[in-house]
């Protein structure tokens, strides 16, 4: 979706700026949870709250950036596909240690990312956010990505 959800009080949407993008070179097949209107997710395919993308079967290698307010459906179904790459806020739920525990790549994004609003415009948010792999395109592409170091739990060589 390239969408995440602010934590103050009117829930302002967040979507992730092309930069990500860019870094990790790839276009994906689906984004399961992209927003009604236009972003910068390269991907072949969507679906929308319109679709209802937790109801519908993904395929192919999907980019996934979950509502962070209900983020703990979307994570268990990505990790059930096992293909695809997801940004995610890092917390102390429990959603967040079985990503943790099952990722085949975890990458920690730099704090000082900027997400945009909708109007285009940068916002930085509280929390920490990282790039969650599952498959061997994952890892390479994450890898390969130069954003920040990764740490690799699963060898594909």
């Known amino acids: 979706m390239g969408l995440s959800h602010s934590n103050n009080a009117s829930n302002d949407s967040l979507y992730t700026p092309k930069v990500i993008f860019e870094a990790l070179g790839v276009k994906f ?19 929308t709250e319109l679709n209802d993308g937790l109801a519908l079967a993904w395929y192919g290698f999907v980019w996934l950036n979950p509502p962070f307010r ?29 990503v943790w525990e099952k990722a085949d790549v ?35 592409v994450i890898k390969n990505s130069n954003l920040a170091t990764a740490r690799v739990s699963i060898s594909y060589e």
């Open 106 to 140: 975890i990458q920690v994004i730099p704090q000082n990312l900027k997400f945009l609003n909708k109007e285009g415009k940068g916002q930085t948010i509280f929390m920490p956010t990282c790039l969650v792999g599952m498959g061997e395109k994952a890892v390479e």
């Open 29 to 47: 097949d689906l984004d399961p949870a992209h927003p009604n209107h236009p972003t910068e997710v390269p991907t072949k395919d969507y679906f």
């Open 70 to 98: 209900k983020s703990a459906p979307w994570v268990d179904k990505f990790i059930e596909h096992n293909n695809g790459i997801m940004l995610c806020q890092m917390s102390k739920s429990k959603w967040f240690w079985n």
